[in-house]
C-alpha cells in the first residue's frame, strides 16, 4: 500500500480482556517496528522485525504483549489481560531496510483505552 | 545517559519569525542518522529531516534546517518563517550503526505559533 496501515484506529477494552492490533507495512519495507506513546509523553520502543531475522524484544514491557510478524508483512501486537496502564497510542513503521540512513514511515496509530 | 536529549518541553515562536528546537545526542557508534519528526495534534508522526554522521554539510528541507554539530553532539532543528500550520510536537531521533536497530526518540518539544 501507499502507507502505513493500523487497525483499529480506536479501540476501548476492558480491564482483563486481551487485544490486538494489526499493522500493514508499506510493501517491500522490510523492516518493521512498534512504539508506544503514552499520553504526553516520547515514543517507547517496543519490539522490531526484520525480514526473517528473529526479531528484537528488548522494548517489551511484560511477558503480556507479544507481537507476530507473517510472512514478512502484516504484523499483530497482541496485549492480553490488558491494564490500565496499557492505555496508550501503539505506532507502527516500518523501513525499506537497514543502515542508518533509513527514516521510518509511521502508521496513524492505534488508540487504546483499558476501562 | 540519554540517548537523545530535549530540554524544551515547550516553545513559542511568533509567525513568520524562525524558531531553533534544540536536541543533544549521545552515542560512541561513528555511524548515526538523526532525524526529526513532526506530530500534530492529529497524532501522525511526518518525517522532516535527516541527518548523516558523516555528511559534511547541514540538511535542508524547505523551510527545515538542521543544525549539525558534531564535535558538541547537538542537532537542532531551524524552522524558518514559523507558520500557523507549524504548531505540533517535535521530536528528535537517532539510529546508530549499519543494521537495522530501534531509533531512540527524545521526549519532544512542543511548539506554538503565535499570530
Known amino acids: 500500500g501507499a502507507g502505513v496501515s493500523q487497525s483499529p484506529s480506536n479501540k476501548v477494552t476492558e480491564k482483563g480482556k486481551d487485544v490486538e492490533l494489526r499493522c500493514d507495512p508499506i510493501?517491500?519495507?522490510?523492516?518493521l517496528y512498534w512504539y508506544r506513546q503514552s499520553l504526553g509523553q516520547g515514543l517507547e520502543f517496543l519490539i522490531y522485525?526484520?525480514?526473517?531475522?528473529?526479531?528484537?524484544k528488548s522494548g517489551l514491557p511484560s511477558d503480556r504483549f507479544s507481537a507476530e510478524r507473517t510472512g514478512g508483512s502484516v504484523s499483530t501486537l497482541t496485549i492480553q489481560r490488558t491494564q490500565q496502564e496499557d492505555s496508550a497510542v501503539y505506532l507502527c513503521?516500518?523501513?525499506?531496510?537497514?543502515?542508518?540512513?533509513?527514516?521510518?514511515?509511521f502508521g496513524s496509530g492505534t488508540r487504546l483505552t483499558v476501562v | 545517559a540519554q540517548k537523545i536529549t530535549q530540554t524544551q518541553p515547550g516553545m513559542f515562536v511568533q509567525e513568520k519569525e524562525a524558531v531553533t528546537l534544540d536536541c543533544t545526542y549521545d552515542?560512541?557508534?561513528?555511524?548515526?542518522?538523526l532525524f526529526w519528526y513532526k506530530q500534530p495534534s492529529s497524532g501522525e508522526m511526518i518525517f522532516l529531516i535527516y541527518q548523516g554522521s558523516y555528511d559534511q554539510q547541514n540538511a535542508t528541507e524547505g523551510r527545515y534546517s538542521l543544525n549539525f554539530q558534531k564535535a558538541r553532539k547537538s542537532a537542532n532543528l531551524v524552522i524558518s518563517a514559523s507558520q500557523l500550520g507549524d504548531s505540533a510536537m517535535y521530536f528528535c531521533?537517532?539510529?546508530?550503526?549499519?543494521?537495522?536497530?530501534?531509533?531512540?526518540f527524545g521526549t519532544g518539544t512542543s511548539l506554538t505559533v503565535i499570530p
Open positions: 510493501s517491500g519495507h522490510t523492516a
Open positions: 513503521a516500518s523501513s525499506l531496510g537497514g543502515g542508518s540512513s533509513y527514516g521510518y514511515t
Open positions: 531521533a537517532m539510529r546508530e550503526g549499519l543494521a537495522v536497530r530501534q531509533f531512540y
Open positions: 522485525f526484520q525480514g526473517n531475522s528473529a526479531p528484537d
Open positions: 552515542t560512541s557508534d561513528p555511524s548515526y542518522g
